[in-house]
């Protein structure tokens, strides 16, 4: 079993849909400084169900939603990850099992 995919919506630095297709081989996640590699690994976290806001590197569970420059950020942040379930490790009869989890912000007016 691995990790097929994973999709972010407005997680921490990724201000829109993001989809990380991922291989059944070595996988390295590289770029520059500032590039959002760790909040990859926040957001595999986050779909894990990791409870502590401050493993992720964040104050509080609101601070994972985006926050852009333009004035108009999202109330919401979602992230997906998807499993390669081709031998059934995971006793669910289908060949890839998905993990999703969102947090909403009320925004009061």
Do not use: H, W
């Not at 999709?7 to 520059?32: C, H, M, W, Y």
């Not at 169900?49 to 985006?66: G, K, N, T, V, W």
């Not at 979602?78 to 912000?105: A, C, H, M, W």
């Amino acid at each position: 079993m691995y990790i097929k995919e994973i999709e972010l919506r407005n997680f921490k630095s990724f201000g829109r849909k993001v989809t990380l297709p991922l291989q059944n081989d070595f996988i390295a996640i590289t770029g520059p400084n500032g590039s959002g590699k760790s909040n990859i690994i926040d957001a595999l976290l986050f779909a894990l169900s990791l409870s502590s806001s401050r493993a992720m590197r964040a104050e509080r569970l609101p601070d994972l939603i985006y926050r852009g420059d333009n004035g108009k950020n999202p109330d919401f942040t979602q992230v997906t990850v998807k499993f390669d379930n081709t031998y059934r490790t995971i006793p669910v009869d289908k060949d890839v099992v998905e993990i999703s989890i969102g947090l909403t912000q009320l925004v009061q007016s």
